[in-house]
């Protein structure tokens, strides 16, 4: 079956650092990945939409110039927090949905806690 | 705006008797409803999707009904399990390609031995 991956699992940065995540997809050709944001007991909140080989599409209230989205090849996307701050601490996950259907698939997420 | 609304936050069944949950939407006319399952700290998985044209979906123990006239979507798990204890997402998209998906804040099921 279809299989995302995110890397890293975890992390603990300083305030003010930069943080990339990597998502891929192992065994299909993303066409469209997406970013989303959950915090404790809340729903998963979508950041922004990723088509390969295009800008990224964000959501109201999401800084792009925060939340750098990345999405160069069919099987990565990046996101990047710049000068990560405390109150971007939260579960952040992705999803990669292929071209043939409509079904998307999660990756298993990544805690990031900024001190 | 899109509105997603889930029956409860949270559901206590039996073990062995069917679970149901609710997903209701406003302000949207979805092509298709996906249901996932998340487990804390972890990414949803994903579970089934219905298309508008059709009314009931089926897999294994796991049944979604998909009513465009009353806007809901009900998620059955049969003869349920203390494994199944999750919370279950519903998820309406529109069609076509590039379309975003909004997300239910969730039902937590507790299956009680």
């Known amino acids: 079956g279809a299989v995302v991956s995110q890397h890293p699992s975890w992390v603990i940065c300083k305030s003010g650092t930069s943080v990339k995540i990597e998502c891929r997809s192992l065994d299909f050709q993303a066409t469209t990945m997406f970013w989303y944001r959950q915090f404790p007991k809340q729903s998963l909140m979508l950041m922004a939409t990723s088509n390969e080989g295009s800008k990224a599409t964000y959501e109201q209230g999401v800084e792009k110039d925060k939340f750098l989205i990345n999405h160069a090849s069919l099987t990565l996307s990046t996101l990047t927090v710049t000068s990560a701050h405390p109150e971007d601490s939260s579960f952040y996950i992705c999803?990669?949905?292929?071209?043939?259907?409509?079904?998307?698939?999660f990756g298993p997420g990544t805690r990031l806690t900024v001190l | 705006s899109q509105k997603i609304e889930q029956n409860s936050e949270a559901l206590n069944i039996q073990e062995g008797k069917t679970a149901t949950l609710t997903c209701n939407y406003t302000?949207?006319?979805?092509?298709?409803l996906q249901w996932y399952r998340q487990d804390p700290g972890r990414g949803p998985v994903f579970l089934l999707l219905?298309?508008?044209?059709?009314k009931e979906k089926r897999k294994e123990r796991l049944k979604v009904t998909f009513d465009t006239t009353l806007k809901q979507s009900l998620f059955h798990i049969t003869a349920s399990q203390p494994a199944d204890s999750a919370t279950y997402l519903c998820?309406?998209?529109?069609?076509?390609?590039?379309?975003?998906?909004?997300f239910g804040i969730g039902t937590k099921l507790q299956v009680i031995p």
């Open positions: 219905i298309r508008e044209n059709e």
């Open positions: 302000n949207y006319s979805p092509a298709y």
């Open positions: 998820a309406p998209r529109g069609s076509g390609g590039y379309q975003k998906v909004t």
């Open positions: 999803s990669a949905e292929s071209g043939s259907s409509y079904e998307q698939f």
